[in-house]
C-alpha cells in the first residue's frame, strides 16, 4: 500500500510555463518534505513543512501543506531548464526515524 | 566537504555471490538509513539506525543485513543475491530521529545481478 501518492508521474513543459505537483495521502503526517533528485544523484532537500495550512518559498519554488497535514504541493513559477530532475515527497510520523517516500513526479523543461 | 559516502559506486553480481555496501558519513549524524530505488519508484526503506548501536528493519527488508559499525559507518550486505535484488541502493544520514530533521543521502550503488 502506497502511502503517499504523488501526480502527475511525469511531466513534460516548456520553459517559462508554471506547473504544480501533488502529493496526497490518507494519512496524518508529523511533516512533509520535498526533495529534488537528479540523474547519477542523490536526493537533496529542498524544504521541510510541519504545520497545517503552511506556505513556504525557495525563489521560484511555493510549498504548501494541507491544512489536515494529509497533502502537500509545489508549484514552480516561470520554469527553467535547471528545474528539470525528478521531485520526490516524503512524510514522517513521530519521532521514529522513518520516512514515507512517494514514486516521485519526473519533470522536463523543455528550452 | 565528503558528507555521505558510498562505496563502490557500481557492481555487478552473480546469483548468490555476496557482497557489502560501504557507506560513511562525516557529519556527526546520529541516524543512518538504507533505501533501495527502482525504476518509476520512490525510495524504499530497508533498514535504518536511529543512534549507534540500534539498528531497525525498514519496509523491505527479506534478503539484506546491516551493521552500524561505529557513529560514522553503517553497512548494507547481501548475503546471497537475486535478481530481484537488482536497484539503485542509497544510504542517508540526518542528525536525529526526529520527524523534522533533513536527510542526507550519498550519490548511490548501482547494482545489478545476473
Known amino acids: 500500500t502506497q502511502l503517499l501518492e504523488q501526480s502527475p508521474q511525469f511531466l513534460s513543459i516548456q520553459e517559462g510555463e508554471n506547473l504544480t505537483v501533488y502529493c496526497n495521502s490518507s494519512?496524518?503526517?508529523?511533516?512533509l518534505q520535498w526533495y529534488r533528485q537528479e540523474p547519477g544523484e542523490g536526493p537533496v532537500l529542498l524544504v521541510t513543512?510541519?504545520?497545517?495550512?503552511e506556505v513556504k518559498k525557495l525563489k521560484r519554488l511555493t510549498f504548501q501543506f494541507g491544512d489536515a497535514r494529509k497533502d502537500s504541493s509545489l508549484h514552480i513559477t516561470a520554469a527553467q531548464t535547471g528545474d528539470t530532475g525528478l521531485y520526490l515527497c516524503?512524510?514522517?510520523?513521530?519521532?521514529?526515524?522513518?520516512?514515507?517516500f512517494g514514486d516521485g513526479t519526473t519533470l522536463t523543461v523543455k528550452p | 566537504n565528503a558528507g555521505v559516502t558510498q562505496t563502490p559506486k557500481f557492481q555487478v553480481l552473480k546469483t548468490g555471490q555476496s557482497m557489502t555496501l560501504q557507506c560513511a558519513q562525516d557529519?556527526?549524524?546520529?541516524?543512518m538509513y538504507w533505501y533501495r530505488q527502482d525504476p518509476g519508484m520512490g525510495l524504499r526503506l530497508i533498514y535504518y539506525?536511529?543512534?549507534?548501536?540500534?539498528?531497525d528493519k525498514g519496509e523491505v527488508p527479506n534478503g539484506y543485513n546491516v551493521s552500524r559499525l561505529n557513529k560514522r559507518e553503517f553497512s548494507l550486505r547481501l548475503e546471497s543475491a537475486a535478481p530481484s535484488q537488482t536497484s539503485v541502493y542509497f544510504c542517508?544520514?540526518?542528525?536525529?530521529?526526529?520527524?523534522?530533521?533533513?536527510?542526507?543521502f550519498g550519490d548511490g550503488t548501482r547494482l545489478s545481478i545476473l
Open positions: 542517508a544520514s540526518s542528525a536525529d530521529r526526529g520527524y523534522n530533521q533533513p536527510q542526507h
Open positions: 494519512s496524518v503526517f508529523s511533516s
Open positions: 513543512v510541519v504545520t497545517g495550512g
Open positions: 516524503a512524510g514522517a510520523r513521530g519521532n521514529a526515524g522513518k520516512s514515507t
Open positions: 557529519m556527526n549524524h546520529n541516524s
Open positions: 539506525s536511529a543512534s549507534e548501536g540500534t539498528t
